[in-house]
């Protein structure tokens, strides 16, 4: 006599408790013997817990059937996961088995802080796993409970319920599981609501649909993107000199041209106060907030910004032959990441819109500030970079084009990751372009690209240059 | 309180032959007013806070009965209450969780033990020991052996449970033993079901008052002369009494099973999990029946030699299962063949593992272990055989389907916690004046340990955190910070930490987070705590205490301004003040205050009032997808999302729905100078007239201006 096992696996806060308590319900009024027990953590959101049950039809002879606390692999009829990588974790685990387990899991992402605070992108690919979970169990339940969520303000918990209710796997008939949350008295209305779209939503079985924002693969869709975002940013001249850049470029293979034409894009269209003023008085950006705050038309809203620029930053604005002796200065008494001009500006208030509206219009000045002479002559250089490796080697040039990913952010972060840029630039690239070449230098590159990622100090890139 | 018992509560007033369903924690509640309990006690800590909780709860039952519930200081002062069982035929309960509340239950237990007890004293053990636990991993077993406890470890089924909570208080009277009830985590969260008795009133108790103290009986004092009988008695009477009690009621279960020549003893626990795991390689029936011929061993101390040898006698070989090490029940019964001559060989871990919990997978393994080694007559080798080759290919498809390292989901500290922003604040002055030692403590702070922080050089105990760094702050140039809550701060971090570093003129510096509750275990009231389960203020409070002992650097700082913390810790660092600065990091814990705001804001909507709801928002326009400020922050609630612009690659950080508007983000933006992307959105509902009018001309000024 082989008892239905059930793993839930879900993270602090989600209701998971709840989620066993209904099913031991359940099982009792459907006259089953059950047993469930948790790993649950401690009080905090977010960790990760467990919840076992077994449930068996009592024996005829009266004895009493021994129930298991823990799951074990290849053993699971049901998995439960109230996340994409929760559930991953199950079938690495060889929990889940395409021999006996149904798995249901919701497919949206709840990061891990690995994956978080990664300077890059750390998360861990949702592909794969969507694939392991469909490879790995002898019947897949895929839905994004999240999306359910949004939409009929459903509780996860109550979601999954419906779920398993829809899979029809437990010897435990439909409506013991709306007699369940009516007994066990938590939020009854809202709970039976979100069971029944649960329920409905999977009905059909794996309702899952991977909607990624897929990159442009071509250089004209890249340059088709490219063009209305500079006039946006500056004007039809600025969006004219893109074009006459990738066409200089016109030699370079398909793919790095690809990653020039979308790196260009980015870099021409730098970060600066006037870039961030335009972006926060945009009208779509307020109606996205209201929606997002459920505010209906009358309703108050207020929006503050927190902007902290520096002495950089505010140099950025001036012409050259002002900014370069006050930033010359500043470097040397230590002001740099130091001296900061602290606002916080509401953009829904008349003086608020105001102060951001004349930022905004300073980047009519744009080509005469430093900055901008600073970044033109940087891509001018990069751009001469990426087509000097292109004569080495293309993967080179890829390598070459891609460290434009190491500029980005403001202030310390923009300077540091400037920096790293620098440094695999001067020591690697351009000594190479020199005719210093060395041995494996794409993947050398590479490698010190990943490192300058790996961790804010610098420390791997350190290792990575030296080795 | 985290959680509400109500339902729980309602279980406890069950009488006879009614049935209870729940879990097996609030099973041990019941079994304890069932065995007419006259007092309880304890200190939170997890897996058992529940049975203080849904006592706490059950106030009026226990007043009914007469029962006095007390919430004692520490898990020192709880032991200590057992010692009204010394003189008096009362029985009591305490709980807490083991082994780390055993450690500071120490000294009280060992003088608890030695003159013994006169009415039952029971301590529910919290065995925080194997998956989910929080502590160090040791077990309790060395406190029963060292101090002559019993100890109870019951099989993993609700009647079993309550039954032996029941006898358990009759072997404490039998043996004038103080008896040990572990309880695992599992078993403590097990939902099941059991048929009650009626609670008992005790005989002694609130309701009915002793009119005299006891006599004087210098055998009950643990003082010298006295102290060298009672050792005595420990090891000639009480101890044989105990196992006569153990023989008599039949609290060890004995299953009778065809493989005659070998067998299994295993401690009550783990019994159920064996019987499963035999079950798989057909030598049980999953009714309780098993091939194998089994012991089980509800009562693990003391252990029955006459028992054992009998259960031996005539096997060529039996397999002892207890978790961790070192293997104390493998090593007497080692001792009590070796008396008896018997040659039967014992197993143990030699075939299981000596560390960490006993999972079907390791007691799979160690079964097919012991099974060829031992090579039972009338047992096919080939179904072990076959099942450990089918594990091994369920695990290698396992690992084969999701080829990479999965990143791990430990702890976090909540969205909106008051305690996060004062290690966003501590990076923040790293950044300035270098690394700092941090002793750390044992709280909801500790989760600074985990990534993005990685703040925390050591861990000694609960409260700990500022004595811990006695002896390295006078070795460092820059002063160490000691963490402590508010929870260690009362249960002895005033005394071992504070007082110690200000008698010692220490010159550390102690952060306190004072977030109003202990909140790891569950959140219970503290001394300082704005109210107490007597529905009033606790009356303590730690600054007050502070400036009583003559602490003469004190600053009370709001968490969420970073700024000002930061401003607060580099003061503290640099200041020429000698002698210990403690900043009282002030900020109520959120998971406490969301649960009283949505009832607040529920009922200020109702009554049309203004309620105004903040939430923190990243422009994904302006965003770069750095992820610097998760890195400070480290919110449950900040996180990343496909960048929406199809240029960028690397994800732009987001914050999701469950923002309660703390603030954090933005204190953190600002005080880190990291980017303009934060913004806070803040939605009047049921707004005034003045603000009503001012929205309305705000908007239709921007529209003319933006048109």
């Not at chain 1, 390598?399 to 690697?428: C, F, P, Q, S």
């Not at chain 2, 916690?417 to 002055?429: D, G, Q």
Request: some cysteine; proline content about 5%.
């Amino acid at each position: 006599m082989t008892p239905t096992t059930i793993l839930i696996a879900a993270m602090g806060g989600e209701g998971g408790q709840v989620l066993a308590d209904w099913l031991v319900l359940a099982a009792e009024a459907e006259g089953l013997a059950v047993q469930a027990t948790s790993i649950a953590g401690v009080a905090q959101r977010t960790g990760a817990t467990t919840y076992y049950l077994e449930m068996t039809p009592w024996p005829k002879d009266g004895r009493t059937p021994v129930l298991a606390l823990n799951p074990a692999a290849g053993e699971v009829d049901v998995l439960v996961a109230t996340e994409l990588l929760e559930a991953a974790r199950a079938v690495q685990a060889g929990l889940a088995t395409a021999q006996r387990t149904t798995l249901i899991t919701s497919t949206h992402r709840v990061l891990a802080m690995g994956e978080k605070i990664a300077m890059g992108d750390g998360r861990v690919d949702g592909a794969m796993m969507l694939r392991a979970c469909r490879e790995g169990a002898k019947r897949a339940l895929l839905f994004d409970a999240e999306a359910l969520m949004a939409a009929d303000s459903a509780a996860l918990n109550a979601l999954m319920l419906g779920a398993i209710a829809a899979s029809g796997t437990l010897p435990i008939a439909a409506e013991r599981y709306e007699e369940a949350i009516r007994e066990r008295g938590v939020a009854v209305e809202a709970n039976l609501a979100g069971f029944r779209v649960g329920l409905e939503a999977t009905r059909g079985g794996d309702a899952a649909a991977v909607a990624d924002i897929r990159l442009p693969d071509s250089v004209e869709q890249v340059v088709a993107l490219a063009l209305p975002r500079l006039v946006d940013y500056q004007d039809q001249d600025y969006a004219a000199l893109y074009r006459r850049r990738i066409e200089a470029c016109g030699d370079l293979p398909e793919a790095v041209l690809r990653e020039v034409a979308r790196h260009l894009a980015l870099r021409m269209s730098y970060e600066d106060i006037a870039r961030v003023a335009q972006a926060k008085l945009r009208p779509e950006r307020l109606a996205r907030i209201r929606h997002e705050l459920g505010a209906e038309d009358a309703t108050p809203v207020r929006i503050h910004e927190f902007l902290k620029p520096g002495i950089g930053e505010l140099c950025d604005m001036l012409p050259g032959f002002l900014a370069r002796p006050i930033l010359a200065l500043a470097r040397s008494r230590g002001w740099i990441g130091r001296a900061h001009c602290g606002m916080e500006i509401e953009t829904t208030a008349i003086g608020g819109y105001l102060a951001l509206a004349a930022l905004a219009k300073t980047r009519r000045l744009r080509r005469w500030t430093h900055r901008y002479a600073v970044e033109q002559e940087l891509i001018e250089e990069w751009l001469h970079a990426v087509r000097g490796a292109a004569a080495l080697s293309p993967a080179l040039a890829m390598e070459v084009a891609g460290l434009a990913r190491l500029i980005k952010g403001y202030g310390d972060t923009h300077r540091r990751g400037l920096g790293n840029y620098r440094l695999i630039m001067d020591r690697l690239v351009l000594a190479a372009l020199a005719g210093r070449a060395e041995p494996e230098l794409a993947p050398r590159i590479a490698r010190a690209r990943e490192a300058a990622l790996a961790d804010p100090e610098g420390r791997a890139l350190e290792r990575a240059l030296a080795a | 309180m985290e959680r509400s018992f109500k339902r729980e509560v309602q279980q406890l007033r069950l009488g006879a032959n009614q049935v209870f369903r729940g879990e097996g924690i609030v099973a041990v509640a019941k079994a304890l007013l069932q065995s007419g309990v006259s007092y309880v006690g304890g200190y939170q800590g997890s897996p058992v806070s529940h049975v203080m909780d849904v006592l706490v709860d059950a106030e009026d039952i226990m007043a009914e009965l007469g029962v006095h519930l007390e919430t004692n200081a520490n898990e020192a002062a709880a032991a200590a209450m057992l010692g009204a069982s010394i003189n008096y035929p009362m029985r009591g309960a305490v709980g807490w969780k083991s082994v780390v509340g055993s450690n500071v239950a120490a000294d009280a237990l060992s003088n608890l033990a030695s003159p013994g007890v006169i009415g039952g004293a029971m301590i529910i053990s919290g065995e925080d020991y194997g998956e989910g636990a929080s502590v160090i991993q040791e077990r309790t077993y060395a406190f029963a052996l060292k101090s002559g406890l019993c100890l109870i470890d019951p099989r993993a089924s609700l009647p079993t449970i309550v039954r032996l909570v029941e006898e358990g208080f009759a072997l404490s009277e039998a043996s004038n033993c103080p008896v040990v009830l572990q309880m695992r985590i599992r078993s403590c969260h097990m939902q099941g079901k059991f048929v009650c008795k009626d609670n008992v009133a005790p005989a002694i108790g609130t309701r009915r008052k002793l009119a005299e103290p006891a006599g004087f009986d210098f055998d009950r004092l643990s003082h010298p002369p006295a102290t060298y009988r009672q050792e005595k008695r420990k090891l000639e009477q009480r101890m044989p009494a105990a196992r006569r009690f153990v023989v008599e009621r039949g609290l060890n279960e004995i299953l009778d099973g065809e493989l005659g020549d070998i067998g299994i003893v295993v401690t009550g626990g783990l019994a159920d999990t064996v019987l499963r795991r035999l079950a798989r390689i057909g030598l049980a029936d999953g009714l309780g029946g098993s091939r194998v011929p089994m012991l089980i061993l509800n009562v693990t101390y003391p252990l029955v030699p006459e028992q054992i040898a009998a259960f031996c006698a005539g096997k060529r070989a039996v397999l002892t299962v207890e978790e961790g090490s070192p293997e104390y029940i493998e090593q007497q019964i080692n001792v009590i063949l070796r008396k008896a001559d018997l040659q039967t060989r014992v197993h143990g871990k030699d075939v299981l593992p000596g560390a960490g919990e006993y999972t079907a997978e390791a007691l799979d393994d160690g079964l097919a272990g012991f099974l060829r080694a031992a090579r039972p007559v009338g047992y096919d080798l080939n179904a072990v055989e076959s099942a450990a080759a089918r594990r091994a290919a369920i695990k290698a498809k396992g690992r084969a389907l999701v080829p990479v390292e999965l990143p791990p989901r430990p702890p976090a500290h909540c969205t909106g916690c008051p305690e996060r922003p004062v290690f966003s604040a501590i990076k923040l002055l790293e950044r300035e004046i270098g690394k700092v030692h941090v002793a750390a403590d044992i709280g909801c702070h500790s989760f600074a340990i985990f990534a993005p922080f990685n703040l925390g050089h050591s861990i000694l105990g609960y409260g700990m955190g500022l004595a811990s760094a006695a002896a390295v702050a006078p070795m460092q140039q820059r002063r160490p910070i000691a963490i402590m809550g508010d929870g260690g701060f009362w249960h002895n971090g005033l005394q071992t930490g504070v007082i110690g570093t200000q008698y010692n003129r220490g010159d550390s510096v102690l952060v306190i987070m004072q977030n109003g509750f202990t909140s790891a275990t569950g959140q219970q009231y503290l001394p300082s705590s704005t109210t107490s389960r007597f529905d009033a203020p606790g009356g303590m409070d730690i600054r007050r205490t502070l400036e009583a002992l003559g602490i003469g650097w004190l600053r009370t700082v709001r968490t969420y301004s970073i700024a000002k913390m930061v401003a607060t810790l580099r003061e503290a660092m640099a200041t020429a003040y000698q002698g210990l600065k403690v900043i009282i990091a002030d900020g109520e814990c959120m998971l406490a205050r969301q649960r009283r705001l949505r009832i607040e804001v529920a009922e200020r909507l109702k009554q049309g009032l203004r309620v105004a709801r903040a939430r923190f928002g990243v422009d994904e326009e302006i965003c770069t997808g750095d992820h610097s400020c998760i890195r400070l922050s480290g919110c449950p609630s900040l996180t990343v999302k496909t960048h929406p612009d199809p240029l960028r690659t690397d994800p732009v950080a987001h914050v999701v729905q469950s923002c309660v508007g703390c603030g954090v983000c933005g204190e953190v933006a600002h005080a880190a100078v990291l980017c303009p992307s934060f913004y806070r959105a803040e939605i009047v509902r049921n707004p005034g007239r003045f603000e009503a009018w001012r929205a309305r001309f705000n908007r239709r000024a921007i529209g003319w201006l933006a048109a």
